[in-house]
């Protein structure tokens, strides 16, 4: 009977992120640090890591991160399969919210920061579909964010709160730990800054330094 | 780090805050949350404390009506954006109404204080000119509190009332009405069963959104339902901060309100539940109850206050928090006579953060004079003189300089007089290891004690005050202190309770303990007690 906030961070991972792989860790447990002093977004938000290169594989449940002391850590694999992340992602949200109402509490809309540095090289277009659809209620918020040589439109069309992509002004492991600090901030905020509307909920920066916000005009 | 793993370090936990022992700590239901146990900061604009509550009889009416911060706001020092109140209206209707500010939209507490006075003012306007029919009546006022929210320019707040007539009619019941505007909920309360009053879907499950005032539409979200009630039973009006852990699937929270509030639970205790702790429950909490319940009263029973005189006072108000090294507790509470007579609390405490310092003060009458309010254009004349003066301006005797300016503000009020107000000005800092720095300015029959070690001393027979101002003709005695406290010593300011009780307690009190040894300790007059002591 708790009201709960899901975040998840879906990651690539795949050869290409090998130089990057450790900011991103270390990423992971600052917000991990950041959420555990924070007691209102400790109760509130729930956190879930989802790593794909060819295949998709939960790497963290959707946990409570104030009770998490180790996670398996994100480690570089093979090719950039977006629709095996777009479809495991679906169906760990669909698992995880009924368990959630299972055990009686209220969810708010998940959210999911989605990151990759590389152009897909499978179908994916299906599977976006169906984590969007607007007949499916738990639709997440999808926080987009690109760098190495992903394609800018790719990344706009897959965001549908916001979508960032790396401006080449910080190294690609600084821009990475940008990346891991704004959705730390994402998470604090929107686990303190739950309205009354419903149109806020999610709260993500404008502005993440080594990256510019791709407004959804520019598709 | 094992191959393959990140291991994280939890932080360590922060020490436990506030009211930690029975029977003051909140109830849990459901997990533990552990943001109801984190430490408070204080109210970021003193016109906004913490927990306020109002109480009192109309006929057969028994009503309470509480708002307290959530531990969100609490945690980061935001205000508190609900609001209760409970009045009396043509001495024949008891009302009570409960506002919650959008999160979304700045100073929505603005909305949410202002909704509910007036609200309930612009109902006992109409029933005093004799309007008969109480929808054609309710639904008026809600048009009338709508366009002024328009005026805002802004802020918008949910909105939910109710209405019980003080005596019952030839059919033994009471008539009554509720009305809504938004997600504030209305329960029924009868034979150990809550009842919602309106239907509690939301049309997106996974969202937050709510109807809310202004709205230009109001006639098609306005929602008014006649609900007569028997003696016996009662309408508990509730924001979203309870009512969606009554809308929760679990039976428990349900379970713990129907089983507290049958009948009208006594003051400390009501506000206890309305603070009930449940993981990821962190919204402002607040509750109006109305309760049918004949039979005869003792006779120092508190009348409801009665709305065609408005004041933003509530009966008790509670404010506390955690500033830099400072701990500090302030209450204020209506005294016996004014609320057998209905009358307004008047004794004050205001809390607030100045350059790093922690200001206080604390103000109550002290004469018969029962129709004229000293005490509010004092306290405003200090905060005043505070925010032109604040206490790090590099004057050498901050405190004399602060108290001859309040004096010449407060004396270009007309009739106001100072020897009719006990009153107590406190400025402080905390220094290393635990101890507390202050100032401290005394006039009138205020109480100031250093306290430690289950004793308790008065300031002035300890030490003699550095300063004495006001010794002319005329004029009200003032005296200063400047001084220290040690990390094992506390102070303690009173008006209408013994030092005592406060200096005795095991352990520094949390909000609610405070509050309850006023309870312990009824005054005719209003009573008033401000705590505050160095971290150790």
């Not at chain 1, 959210?111 to 897909?120: I, K, R, T, V, Y």
């Not at chain 2, 009570?96 to 929505?108: I, K, L, Q």
Request: glycine share 10%; charged share 25%.
């Amino acid at each position: 009977m708790e009201q709960v906030l899901p975040f998840y961070v879906v990651c690539d991972e795949s050869y290409s992120m090998a130089n990057v792989i450790d900011d991103l860790n270390n990423g992971l447990r600052e917000l991990h640090a950041a959420v555990g002093s924070d007691p209102v977004v400790a109760d509130k938000t729930r956190f879930g890591v989802i790593g794909f290169s060819d295949d998709a594989e939960v790497l963290l449940e959707l946990s409570d991160l104030s009770e998490v002391t180790q996670m398996a850590g994100l480690a570089v694999k093979g090719g950039t399969n977006f629709g095996a992340a777009f479809k495991l992602l679906r169906d760990t949200i669909d698992a995880d919210v009924a368990q959630l109402k299972n055990d009686g509490c209220r969810v708010y809309r998940p959210a999911a920061f989605f990151l990759s540095d590389g152009q897909p090289n499978y179908e994916w277009k299906d599977d976006y579909d169906r984590l969007t659809d607007p007949a499916w209620k738990p639709r997440p918020n999808i926080v987009a964010f690109g760098f190495g040589s992903v394609d800018e439109a790719t990344i706009a069309s897959i965001g549908t709160f916001k979508s960032f992509i790396a401006n080449g002004t910080l190294s690609p492991g600084k821009a990475l730990h940008e990346f891991a600090s704004a959705l730390t901030k994402s998470i604090v905020q929107s686990g303190t800054n739950m309205t009354d509307d419903g149109k806020v909920e999610l709260q993500v920066p404008n502005e993440v330094p080594g990256f510019t916000r791709l407004e959804a005009d520019e598709l | 780090m094992t191959e393959g793993k990140l291991d994280l370090v939890p932080p360590p936990a922060p020490p436990a805050w506030g009211d930690r022992a029975e029977p003051w700590v909140p109830d849990t239901v459901g997990r533990r949350a552990k943001a109801a146990e984190a430490a408070w900061k204080l109210d970021p604009d003193p016109d906004f404390p913490d927990t306020v509550l109002d109480r009192g009889r109309l006929g057969d009416i028994e009503v309470l009506a509480c708002a307290a911060r959530g531990s969100k706001h609490r945690f980061e020092g935001t205000a508190r954006q609900d609001a209760a109140i409970a009045r009396a209206a043509a001495g024949s209707w008891a009302l009570a109404a409960v506002a919650d500010g959008v999160g979304s939209v700045p100073d929505s507490q603005q909305a949410s204080t202002a909704a509910v006075q007036w609200l309930l003012i612009e109902l006992t306007r109409r029933l005093e000119t004799g309007e008969a029919e109480p929808h054609k009546m309710v639904r008026a006022a809600f048009g009338e509190v709508n366009r002024r929210l328009v005026n805002l320019g802004g802020p918008k707040t949910t909105l939910t009332a109710a209405g019980v007539e003080a005596l019952p009619g030839p059919d033994g019941r009471y008539r009554s009405w509720v009305a809504a505007v938004g997600d504030s909920p209305v329960y029924f309360l009868r034979d150990g069963r809550l009842v919602a009053v309106f239907d509690l879907e939301r049309e997106d499950e996974f969202g937050t959104a709510t109807d809310a005032m202004p709205d230009r539409d109001l006639r098609n979200r306005l929602r008014l339902r006649s609900a007569p009630i028997r003696p016996g039973d009662a309408l508990a009006l509730v924001s979203d901060g309870i009512g969606d852990l009554l809308g929760a699937r679990s039976e428990e929270p349900k379970a713990y309100f129907a089983e507290r509030w049958g009948a009208a639970p006594n003051p400390v205790d009501f506000m206890r539940h309305v603070q009930i702790r449940s993981r990821g429950f962190d919204d402002d909490r607040s509750a109006a109850v109305l309760w049918a319940a004949p039979g005869p009263t003792g006779q120092d029973a508190p009348a409801l206050r009665d709305a065609a005189r408005p004041s933003a006072a509530h009966d008790v108000e509670i404010r506390a928090g955690r500033l830099r090294g400072l701990e500090v507790r302030a209450v204020s509470s209506r005294g016996l006579e004014a609320a057998r007579e209905g009358r307004r609390r008047r004794a004050r405490t205001v809390l607030f953060e100045r350059a790093g310092r922690l200001v206080a003060i604390t103000a109550a009458p002290t004469g018969v004079d029962a129709t004229a309010d000293h005490v509010g254009p004092w306290v405003a004349a200090v905060r005043e003189a505070v925010e032109g003066f604040p206490p790090d301006h590099p004057s050498s005797e901050w405190m004399p300089n602060l108290w001859s300016l309040a004096v010449r503000a407060f004396d270009a009020t007309p009739g106001a007089r100072l020897d009719e107000v006990a009153t107590a000005v406190l400025c402080a800092e905390p220094s290393p290891g635990g101890a507390v720095d202050y100032e401290l300015a005394l006039a009138g029959p205020v109480s100031a004690a250093i306290f430690g070690a289950g004793i308790h001393q008065e300031l002035g027979t300890i030490r003699a005050p550095e300063h004495r101002w006001g010794t002319g003709p005329g004029e009200v005695p003032c005296r200063v202190h400047v001084d220290r406290l040690t990390p094992d010593q506390g102070l303690l300011l009173t008006v209408g309770v013994d030092p005592a009780r406060f200096a005795r307690l095991p352990e520094r009190p949390g909000p609610l303990e405070a509050y309850g040894v006023l309870e312990g300790e009824r005054a005719e007059e209003d009573q008033l007690a401000l705590v505050l002591w160095g971290e150790r």
